[in-house]
Each structure stands twice: as C-alpha cells, then as structure tokens.
Nanobody, 120 residues
Framework: QVQLVESGGGLVHPGDSLRLSCAASGSIFEINVMAWYRQAPGKDREVVAA???????HYADSVKGRFTISTDNAKNTAYLEMNSLKPEDTAVYYCHAEGSYYSYAPFDAWGQGTLVTVSS
C-alpha cells in the first residue's frame, strides 16, 4: 500500500508564499504522475498542478505563474511552491499519485490533505 504524507500548510497573509511537500512511501516501483488538488469549502475538488514522469507540467489557469510543482524522483516526493497567495487559494490541498508497485500492479493514492488559509 502506498502512503502519501503532505506537510507545509498553514495560515498566511495575502501575497505571502508557502511550500507544500508530499512524500510517498511503500513498495513503489515507479510513480508516473504526482499532482496537487484542492478543495475549498462548499466547492468540488479541483486539480491545481500535475507533474508527469516524462517531465510535463500542467497547471490550473487560476494558479499559472504563481504556483510551481516539482518532484524529486529519488525521494518519491512532490512539492508545490505557492507564491502571491490570494484569499481564494484557501482550501485543503491534497496530494495524489499514480504509479506501479514492484509487482507491476498499479496504484492510485491520495494524501490526507493539508489546510492552507490565506487571510489578512
């Protein structure tokens, strides 16, 4: 079983920066995609940023130019650097990973979420 543990959330002011981390552990052979989602109160979960093993990066329009996703494949870890934070970025941020075990069986895992609050 794959476990994803997020960290780095907190309370910040508008315009501040924050860095989230997501560490994956378990019998992981390969991670094909790591992504960050978020869910604001009363809203659906939405994808924020995604990174593929091939090096592609995808961002929601609302965060382009402000957020950057990166990965450390050796550590099975993903990061989300968030700059110029806005109150509308307030949400629980979830890490998601897709890949395969050493048995070559696929996995699809979610973290427990970390709360980011942007408020003056």
């Amino acid at each position: 079983q794959v476990q994803l543990v997020e960290s780095g959330g907190g309370l910040v002011h508008p315009g501040d920066s924050l860095r989230l981390s997501c560490a994956a552990s378990g019998s992981i052979f390969e991670i094909n995609v790591m992504a960050w989602y978020r869910q604001a109160p009363g809203k659906d979960r939405e994808v924020v940023a995604a990174a593929t093993i091939g090096g592609s990066r995808h961002y929601a329009d609302s965060v382009k130019g402000r957020f950057t996703i990166s990965t450390d494949n050796a550590k099975n870890t993903a990061y989300l650097e968030m700059n110029s934070l806005k109150p509308e970025d307030t949400a629980v941020y979830y890490c998601h990973a897709e890949g395969s075990y050493y048995s070559y069986a696929p996995f699809d895992a979610w973290g427990q979420g970390t709360l980011v609050t942007v408020s003056s």
